[in-house]
């Protein structure tokens, strides 16, 4: 039994699971997770000390590489003056500054500390700003696990929503409308039916959570005109996408201009962090401001901050994000290349440092129900050989993938020569 194997039966004890999350389970997949000792640049490396090229990057936020020394180094600055105050910071002020500057939509900006604090906290204030209860959000599109969002669409009927969890009280749920990602008429009818009472509508500029689909054109404006129409507040899920689609988010690469934006992953440099901000006008009812009530003990870690800080001022160096777009391009032209020749069928799709691998003839993927007509067997097969090959993949057919400035030609050289002979196992 592997060293992974062994641990994994160990966890399983005491954690649900024996994960922290579901999808480092590799549920689904025939084999135990890899527990991982450490990372540098673009590598991981398992408890083995087996290498891996890592196209993961702790889901996001590792867009310089592991075990940055920049980060590293304003972490370790900040280190011996404590953990956490519970008082006002001037690092706090840095940060706030830093965002706002690079992402003009937003005005002010609160500091929570994950993902989906910031997604549920920006849907209460939507709440709280139009006195209206009921959210639109996309399938396939993933916003953390609060409970207006674990919910999917009903059966047919339009406004009625269900839970996507056991937990979530159907009452809620009911105020979630998800419609299909992409779907322009969709939206439309939708508002001509309910447009008075939404609330919001929620989206990922480019869904990440159900592989990686862009937007189609006029998508992301239809949303903007709708939302303006009506009188609701449009809010960018930019967790995934902010800082690494483009610097200033997926915003700034379709210049489409959201109410709220929701960060999260790059913000925090690998650190617990999440952060809501947007239009002064709205953000001004947040407490202690205004009534909407949103908190947080450890919001606004000094550390964290420092994390985030070096991480953000880093890419904001001239052609970051060209240099990761091309090494995408050079990734997944080249695993096309090598897939089509081997006799597979594979498209891939991409989003300046994100993309996404479908094992399918479709020579687009606009949705979730094409999305989830893809191989899986495929898929499956592909991620277990590429492991084995020490190629880092996210363990589940719908999840993005990301790619770091410490990713060299050399190892995306390794990572297609690995693919191309795992490819021409699947053909066989
Ligand atoms: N929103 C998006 C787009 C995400 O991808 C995620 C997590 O992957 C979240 C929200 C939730 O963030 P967290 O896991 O930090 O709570």
Known sequence: ??????????????????????????????????????????????????????????????????????????????????????????IETTMADLICEIIPSIEMVRMVNSGT??????????????????????EGNYHGHSDSL??????????????????????????TVTLSFNDIDAVHECFAEIGDQIACIIVEPVAGNMNCIPSRPKFLETLRE??????????FDEVMTGFRVALGGAQAHYGVTPDLTCLGKIVGGGMPVGAFGGKREIMEHISPLGAVYQAGTLAGNPLAMAAGIALLKKIREPGFHETLSQRVTTLCD???????????ELLTQRA????????????????????????AGHFRRFFSSMLDEGVYLAPS??????????????????????AGRVFAGLAE
């Open 226 to 235: 709708t939302c303006d129409r009506y009188g609701s507040v449009l809010i």
């Open 352 to 375: 300046g440092g994100m993309f996404g691998m479908f094992f399918t003839g479709q020579s687009r993927v606009d949705n979730f129900a094409q999305a989830t007509a893809c191989d």
């Open 334 to 344: 080249g695993l096309e290349e090598r897939a089509h020749a081997a006799g597979v």
């Open 397 to 418: 057919a719908y999840e993005a993938g990301f790619m770091s400035s410490a990713h060299t030609p050399e190892d995306i050289q390794h990572t297609l020569e690995a």
């Open 150 to 175: 674990l919910v999917k669409a009903g059966s047919g009927a339009l406004t009625h929503g269900e839970p996507s969890s056991p937990g979530v009280p159907a009452a809620l749920a009911e105020h």
């Open 117 to 138: 604090e910031a997604t549920m906290s920006a849907i209460r204030l939507a709440r709280g700003f139009t006195g209206r209860d009921k959210i639109v959000k996309f």
């Open 1 to 90: 039994m592997s060293t992974s194997a062994q641990l994994f039966e160990q966890a399983c004890r005491h954690i649900p699971g024996g994960v922290n999350s579901p999808v480092r389970a590799f549920k689904g997949l025939d084999r135990p997770p890899v527990f991982m000792e450490r990372a540098q640049g673009a590598y991981l490396f398992d408890v083995e000390g087996k290498r891996y090229v890592d196209y993961v990057g702790s889901w996001g936020p590792m867009i310089t590489g592991h075990a940055d020394p920049d980060v590293l180094g304003a972490v370790r600055e900040r280190l011996d003056a404590g953990l956490s105050f519970g008082t006002p910071t001037a």
